[in-house]
């Protein structure tokens, strides 16, 4: 399974766009990369996934450069309900392992 | 559609003692996880399931066990609780149709004492 690793925390303030990266040097060629949002007291929460190039959608983009060892959540214009744990995922079957995780403070 | 249901929402255990947590899932989906979260620190993969009948070790097996008779269930039985198992338990179920994507359950907060 493709190992992970993303920043422990990041900063920001309202409005601004975040952009969390994720490394994942080992990812096999059937991985997806998923983004998991979550907040305190609560299960984790599906955000977008991608498998290469850029995917949207209308909470967040996902970056993924050509060679596939890392990708970027992008979340645009945040606001303090966007304070939470962001987990980055490669995986193509069921065994899903989370890493750490980045806390992302969202300040006023 | 309810999507995964655990219960108890919360629970308080002697050392000792034993329990079973309920998981259930209405997406007819083929996999199902356990997963343990310390205060402060990240999920946890305790057993997962690929289908009714198949079960794996995660990253931290000991002083649970699974089972999974059924498609929607797929319960986690805590034996002999210990201290170390105090922690809030997340269950999941996914299918790996387009990719993999997980739908959690809203956790049990469990308390050995």
């Known amino acids: 399974l493709a190992k992970t690793t993303q920043p422990i925390s990041m900063d920001s303030y309202e409005g601004q766009e975040v952009n969390i990266t994720c490394s994942h040097n080992?990812?096999?060629?059937?991985?997806?990369i998923t983004w998991y949002q979550q907040f305190p007291s609560q299960g984790p929460r599906f955000i977008i996934q991608?498998?290469?190039t850029k995917v949207t959608n209308e909470v967040a983009s996902l970056f993924i450069p050509a060679d596939r060892k890392s990708s970027t959540l992008s979340l645009p214009r945040v606001s303090l309900s966007d304070t939470a744990v962001y987990y980055c995922?490669?995986?193509?079957?069921?065994?899903?392992?989370f890493g750490q995780g980045t806390t992302l403070q969202v300040k006023p | 559609n309810a999507g995964v249901t655990q219960t108890p929402k919360f629970r308080i255990l002697k050392i000792g003692q034993s329990m079973t947590l309920q998981c259930a899932q209405d997406?007819?989906?083929?996999?199902m996880y356990w997963y343990r979260q310390d205060p402060g620190m990240g999920l946890k993969l305790i057993y997962y399931s690929v289908g009714a009948g198949i079960t794996d070790k995660g990253e931290v097996p000991n002083g649970y066990n699974v089972s999974r008779s059924t498609t929607e269930d797929f319960p986690l039985r805590l034996e002999l609780a210990a201290p170390s198992q105090t922690s809030v338990y997340f269950c999941a179920s996914s299918n790996l149709d387009s990719g993999v994507i997980a739908f959690f359950g809203q956790g049990t907060r469990l308390t050995v004492v």
């Open positions: 995922l490669v995986a193509n079957t069921g065994k899903l392992i």
């Open positions: 080992n990812i096999a060629t059937n991985d997806y």
């Open positions: 991608g498998y290469k």
């Open positions: 997406m007819n989906h083929n996999y």
